[in-house]
Protein backbone atom coordinates (compact mmCIF):
# COMPACT_ATOMS: atom_id res chain seq x y z
CA UNK A 1 0.00 0.00 0.00
CA UNK A 2 0.98 3.55 -0.72
CA UNK A 3 1.42 5.32 2.43
CA UNK A 4 2.27 8.86 0.88
CA UNK A 5 -0.52 8.71 -1.36
CA UNK A 6 -3.37 10.99 -0.51
CA UNK A 7 -5.18 10.38 -4.03
CA UNK A 8 -5.06 7.70 -6.74
CA UNK A 9 -7.37 7.47 -9.60
CA UNK A 10 -10.43 5.57 -9.43
CA UNK A 11 -9.95 3.08 -12.25
CA UNK A 12 -6.42 2.48 -10.90
CA UNK A 13 -7.88 1.85 -7.18
CA UNK A 14 -10.33 -0.35 -8.53
CA UNK A 15 -7.27 -2.95 -10.72
CA UNK A 16 -5.29 -2.76 -7.48
CA UNK A 17 -8.05 -3.63 -5.01
CA UNK A 18 -8.46 -6.60 -7.57
CA UNK A 19 -12.31 -5.84 -8.29
CA UNK A 20 -11.29 -6.10 -12.22
CA UNK A 21 -9.16 -7.80 -14.08
CA UNK A 22 -7.11 -5.19 -16.05
CA UNK A 23 -7.45 -1.39 -15.70
CA UNK A 24 -9.80 -1.27 -19.38
CA UNK A 25 -12.33 -3.57 -18.06
CA UNK A 26 -12.02 -1.04 -14.60
CA UNK A 27 -13.16 1.94 -16.95
CA UNK A 28 -15.26 0.23 -18.72
CA UNK A 29 -17.54 -0.61 -15.59
CA UNK A 30 -17.07 2.89 -14.59
CA UNK A 31 -18.22 4.50 -18.02
CA UNK A 32 -21.34 1.83 -18.03
CA UNK A 33 -22.27 3.63 -14.45
CA UNK A 34 -21.70 -0.08 -12.44
CA UNK A 35 -19.62 1.49 -10.02
CA UNK A 36 -21.06 4.74 -8.40
CA UNK A 37 -20.19 6.62 -5.04
CA UNK A 38 -23.17 7.09 -3.10
CA UNK A 39 -25.36 6.72 -6.10
CA UNK A 40 -23.99 8.97 -8.03
CA UNK A 41 -21.99 8.13 -11.68
CA UNK A 42 -18.09 9.00 -11.74
CA UNK A 43 -15.86 8.85 -14.24
CA UNK A 44 -12.07 7.33 -13.97
CA UNK A 45 -10.26 9.94 -13.61
CA UNK A 46 -11.71 10.53 -10.17
CA UNK A 47 -9.74 10.70 -7.24
CA UNK A 48 -10.35 8.22 -4.39
CA UNK A 49 -10.15 8.72 -1.04
CA UNK A 50 -10.66 7.04 2.22
CA UNK A 51 -14.41 6.66 3.67
CA UNK A 52 -15.48 6.78 0.42
CA UNK A 53 -18.64 4.80 0.20
CA UNK A 54 -18.20 2.62 -3.70
CA UNK A 55 -21.07 0.35 -4.95
CA UNK A 56 -19.34 -2.03 -7.21
CA UNK A 57 -21.63 -4.35 -9.95
CA UNK A 58 -20.08 -7.11 -11.52
CA UNK A 59 -22.95 -9.78 -13.40
CA UNK A 60 -25.39 -10.07 -10.92
CA UNK A 61 -23.26 -9.37 -7.93
CA UNK A 62 -23.57 -6.12 -5.60
CA UNK A 63 -20.83 -4.72 -3.90
CA UNK A 64 -20.86 -1.75 -1.31
CA UNK A 65 -17.30 -1.15 -0.05
CA UNK A 66 -15.84 1.90 2.30
CA UNK A 67 -12.31 3.14 1.07
CA UNK A 68 -9.76 2.47 3.77
CA UNK A 69 -6.77 2.30 1.89
CA UNK A 70 -5.41 3.47 -1.08
CA UNK A 71 -3.25 1.98 -4.11
CA UNK A 72 -2.00 2.67 -7.41
CA UNK A 73 0.04 -0.86 -7.40
CA UNK A 74 -1.42 -3.97 -8.14
CA UNK A 75 -0.33 -6.63 -5.04
CA UNK A 76 -1.63 -9.99 -3.59
CA UNK A 77 -4.63 -10.57 -2.71
CA UNK A 78 -4.39 -10.00 0.65
CA UNK A 79 -3.01 -6.44 0.36
CA UNK A 80 -5.66 -5.57 -1.52
CA UNK A 81 -8.33 -7.02 0.90
CA UNK A 82 -6.99 -3.74 2.99
CA UNK A 83 -7.71 -1.35 0.76
CA UNK A 84 -11.69 -1.48 1.09
CA UNK A 85 -13.91 -2.94 3.92
CA UNK A 86 -17.37 -4.52 2.94
CA UNK A 87 -20.83 -2.92 4.26
CA UNK A 88 -22.29 -5.48 6.66
CA UNK A 89 -25.89 -4.78 4.39
CA UNK A 90 -23.69 -5.79 1.41
CA UNK A 91 -22.72 -8.64 3.07
CA UNK A 92 -25.77 -10.10 4.21
CA UNK A 93 -27.80 -9.03 0.77
CA UNK A 94 -24.92 -11.34 -1.51
CA UNK A 95 -25.17 -13.96 1.30
CA UNK A 96 -28.85 -13.70 0.83
CA UNK A 97 -28.98 -14.10 -2.90
CA UNK A 98 -26.17 -16.97 -2.86
CA UNK A 99 -28.76 -19.17 -0.62
CA UNK A 100 -31.77 -18.35 -2.99
CA UNK A 101 -29.52 -19.60 -6.06
CA UNK A 102 -28.84 -22.63 -4.19
CA UNK A 103 -32.88 -23.10 -3.48
CA UNK A 104 -33.90 -22.31 -7.00
CA UNK A 105 -30.98 -22.21 -9.85
CA UNK A 106 -31.92 -19.55 -12.63
CA UNK A 107 -32.43 -21.53 -15.80
CA UNK A 108 -30.80 -18.86 -17.84
CA UNK A 109 -27.76 -20.13 -15.97
CA UNK A 110 -27.72 -23.70 -17.35
CA UNK A 111 -27.74 -22.90 -21.10
CA UNK A 112 -24.59 -22.66 -23.20
CA UNK A 113 -24.49 -20.36 -25.96
CA UNK A 114 -23.11 -21.37 -29.22
CA UNK A 115 -22.52 -24.77 -31.03
CA UNK A 116 -22.98 -27.90 -29.31
CA UNK A 117 -19.24 -29.87 -29.22
CA UNK A 118 -18.76 -32.84 -31.49
CA UNK A 119 -19.78 -35.39 -28.24
CA UNK A 120 -22.59 -33.10 -27.58
CA UNK A 121 -23.62 -33.67 -31.35
CA UNK A 122 -23.54 -37.46 -31.17
CA UNK A 123 -25.56 -37.58 -28.27
CA UNK A 124 -28.07 -35.59 -29.94
CA UNK A 125 -28.01 -37.67 -33.01
CA UNK A 126 -27.87 -40.98 -31.14
CA UNK A 127 -31.47 -39.55 -28.86
CA UNK A 128 -33.09 -38.79 -32.12
CA UNK A 129 -32.22 -42.05 -33.42
CA UNK A 130 -33.54 -43.97 -30.75
CA UNK A 131 -36.64 -42.23 -30.95
Not at 8 to 36: E, H, M, N
Not at 74 to 92: I, V
Request: with cysteine.
Amino acid sequence: MQKEAEEVRLDKWLWAARFFKTRSLAQDAIATGRVTCEGERLKSSREVRPGMLLSIRRGEELMEVRVTGLSGKRGSASEASKLYEETESSRELRKHRKEILKLAAEPARSIRGGRPTKREGRRLRAFKAGR
